[in-house]
């Protein structure tokens, strides 16, 4: 028999599976306190919460049993994901139960906004009737640009074309034919800037997409056009909004998420050009009773058949097979990042080499570290290495891993490639005994670079004096350089330099550089701090 607690208010709708399941018994015990609720966590196979229990670190001690934490609904903040995999414990969500709500409660809010039913409704309870005041507009041939073309921007779309109106779409993943089937348009983000009516924002909030709408981005949209975000506050510059709506050029804006939660400034509740809601989203019986229901489907397959579909987290690794392939784990990942970085475009291919010692390995864990640092950038935390694959055959992104005994000139050597159209973009990597992970190769270019968290790569004329006029604009803007390397094909043709740096530089700094004579480009590069994310880190430490 598997137990189960459950500590927060779920659906008993959606717990049917469970409470019907012969082998499981389901304890209901909401609003415990910590004291409470570690006295009998230890009695438990599985906790299922959604977002008032705090799933901590210091509660987890006390989870012996405990192997698989639910939580009905998408975010996991309230739980310690790394304590949880520490421990071996699998961290599952519902990621996709609440897609129609989401979808909806966009639609919703952009018929209020267009026709200013929220005002109209205060005006009128408040005693005055009053026809004048709100005239509002029509969808009906109208252009609707969605920012994000995942689960939820793809149903708005289908939805929003009910209307008659007219649907351009912008995603990094989203293809011509896949477009063509939803009868809409793909689209550049300045397209739908310049054409659309209403923008619906649909992506994760990462470091692409935070402050995506911003002032410059605001100046390039026709002048009427109204926004909905339901997706993650942070998207859109708050700030610049409420400006582009007193300047007149936006017409309006329809927010259930914001910056801060709860929301308090006063220019976004008190402009009456705007519309807020409070984070209502997934709120309908329906999701939550969906999301009860997920969670407890699989609840029941991960302890009875150990098949695992929505974890954010990943089973942990034997102790001998973490200290042998960690160093590898964490520069795979990081990989990942930076080639997709290079290409700037979502890839339709990916190529994963492996050469030396490594074909002795099972490198199936390493492939999805690369495989999740490519679609995080994208895709943000919704990917983990339990669903990188999965995710990425839904993006239609195809891949192919070889293995050669031939060492490269290294013991162990990685090689990444991804391709978009002609384009490709590709990384070669090793981790040398005593010093550590290298980036030895970039595109066609030799370097020997410790990945750190903010990289500058120049491409520029293999010319004397390129170091020094870098290095001193550099200075000028106050970023101290780590360390420098410099890579070439032919001597006096095009060259690379690549510069560790102490800060991330700011676009101003790359169109300075790019000013400076026989200096062909600038990029800055930027990897996440994935320490953290594999299990036994910490052990790993104390062995080291």
């Keep these: 028999m598997f137990k189960v607690l459950v500590t927060d208010g779920i659906s008993d709708t959606g717990l049917?599976?469970?409470?019907?399941?012969?082998?499981?018994?389901?304890?209901?015990?909401?609003?415990?306190?910590?004291?409470?609720?570690?006295?009998?966590?230890?009695?438990?196979?599985?906790?299922?919460?959604?977002?008032?229990?705090?799933?901590?670190?210091?509660?987890?001690?006390?989870?012996?049993?405990?192997?698989?934490?639910?939580?009905?609904?998408?975010?996991?903040?309230?739980?310690?994901?790394?304590?949880?995999?520490?421990?071996?414990?699998?961290?599952?969500?519902?990621?996709?139960?609440?897609?129609?709500?989401?979808?909806?409660?966009?639609?919703?809010?952009?018929?209020?906004?267009a026709r200013m039913i929220p005002q109209a409704h205060k005006k009128t309870v408040g005693g005055e009737w009053d026809r004048n005041s709100f005239k509002g507009?029509?969808?009906?041939?109208?252009?609707?640009?969605?920012?994000?073309?995942?689960?939820?921007?793809?149903?708005?779309?289908?939805?929003?074309?009910?209307?008659?109106?007219?649907?351009?779409?912008?995603?990094?993943?989203?293809?011509?034919?896949?477009?063509?089937?939803?009868?809409?348009?793909?689209?550049?983000?300045?397209?739908?800037?310049?054409?659309?009516?209403?923008?619906?924002?649909?992506?994760?909030?990462?470091?692409?997409t935070k402050g995506l709408v911003n002032d410059d981005y605001l100046s390039k949209t026709k002048k009427g056009v109204r926004f909905i975000?339901?997706?993650?506050?942070?998207?859109?510059?708050?700030?610049?909004?409420?400006?582009?709506?007193?300047?007149?050029?936006?017409?309006?804006?329809?927010?259930?998420?914001?910056?801060?939660e709860p929301v308090?400034?006063?220019?976004?509740?008190?402009?009456?050009?705007?519309?807020?809601?409070?984070h209502l989203g997934a709120s309908t019986v329906e999701a939550q009773e969906k999301v009860a229901q997920e969670v407890s489907e699989e609840i029941i397959e991960i302890l009875e058949t150990q098949s695992i579909r929505n974890a954010v987290n990943m089973p942990q690794m034997s102790g001998e097979a973490q200290q042998k392939m960690q160093p590898y784990l964490l520069l795979g990942e990081q990989m990942g990042q930076l080639?997709?970085?290079?290409?700037?475009?979502?890839?339709?291919?990916?190529?994963?080499?492996?050469?030396?010692?490594?074909?002795?390995?099972?490198?199936?864990?390493?492939?999805?570290?690369?495989?999740?640092?490519?679609?995080?950038?994208?895709?943000?935390?919704?990917?983990?290495?339990?669903?990188?694959?999965?995710?990425?055959k839904g993006q239609g992104v195809s891949y192919n891993v070889q293995k050669n005994a031939n060492n490269k000139g290294f013991a162990n050597y990685m090689e990444l490639s991804i391709t978009k159209g002609a384009e490709t973009a590709k990384i070669g990597a090793t981790v040398l005994n005593g010093y550590g992970a290298r980036i030895v190769k970039i595109n066609d270019y030799r370097i020997d670079v410790r990945p750190e968290s903010h990289l500058l790569l120049v491409k520029h004329q293999d010319v004397p004096g390129m170091i020094g006029k870098v290095g001193s604009l550099l200075g000028d803007y106050q970023i101290n350089i780590g360390t420098m390397q410099v890579g070439r094909t032919t001597v006096g043709g095009e060259a690379v330099m690549v510069l560790t740096l102490d800060k991330q530089i700011t676009t101003e700094v790359i169109r300075a550089l790019t000013q400076i004579n026989g200096l062909n480009e600038a990029q800055s590069l930027e990897l996440d701090n994935v320490d953290s994310f594999y299990p036994g880190k910490q052990e790993l430490e104390k062995v080291k």
């Design 16 to 113: 049917k599976s469970l409470f019907d399941h012969p082998n499981f018994i389901v304890k209901r015990q909401p609003t415990l306190k910590f004291e409470e609720l570690k006295d009998i966590i230890g009695d438990y196979e599985a906790l299922i919460v959604r977002s008032q229990t705090k799933v901590t670190a210091e509660l987890l001690q006390y989870a012996d049993r405990l192997k698989v934490i639910a939580r009905a609904g998408v975010g996991v903040d309230n739980i310690d994901v790394n304590a949880a995999t520490g421990k071996g414990i699998i961290v599952i969500n519902a990621p996709g139960a609440n897609t129609i709500a989401a979808t909806e409660h966009t639609l919703a809010m952009m018929l209020s906004m």
């Design 229 to 260: 975000n339901v997706a993650r506050g942070g998207i859109i510059d708050e700030k610049a909004l409420v400006r582009a709506i007193q300047a007149g050029h936006v017409a309006g804006a329809a927010l259930d998420v914001f910056e801060k």
């Design 264 to 278: 308090a400034n006063p220019e976004l509740l008190d402009n009456p050009n705007i519309i807020v809601t409070p």
């Design 339 to 392: 080639v997709v970085q290079l290409l700037k475009h979502a890839p339709s291919k990916i190529e994963i080499n492996y050469y030396g010692d490594l074909i002795e390995e099972d490198t199936e864990l390493l492939t999805r570290t690369m495989i999740k640092g490519i679609l995080s950038h994208h895709l943000s935390d919704s990917v983990n290495l339990i669903n990188a694959l999965h995710l990425l």
């Design 137 to 208: 507009v029509e969808l009906y041939k109208k252009t609707l640009g969605v920012i994000g073309m995942g689960k939820i921007g793809t149903e708005v779309a289908k939805r929003a074309k009910s209307f008659g109106m007219n649907i351009l779409g912008y995603d990094p993943y989203l293809t011509e034919e896949r477009a063509e089937k939803l009868g809409m348009k793909k689209a550049s983000l300045d397209l739908i800037a310049r054409e659309s009516d209403f923008i619906t924002i649909h992506t994760p909030l990462t470091n692409d």
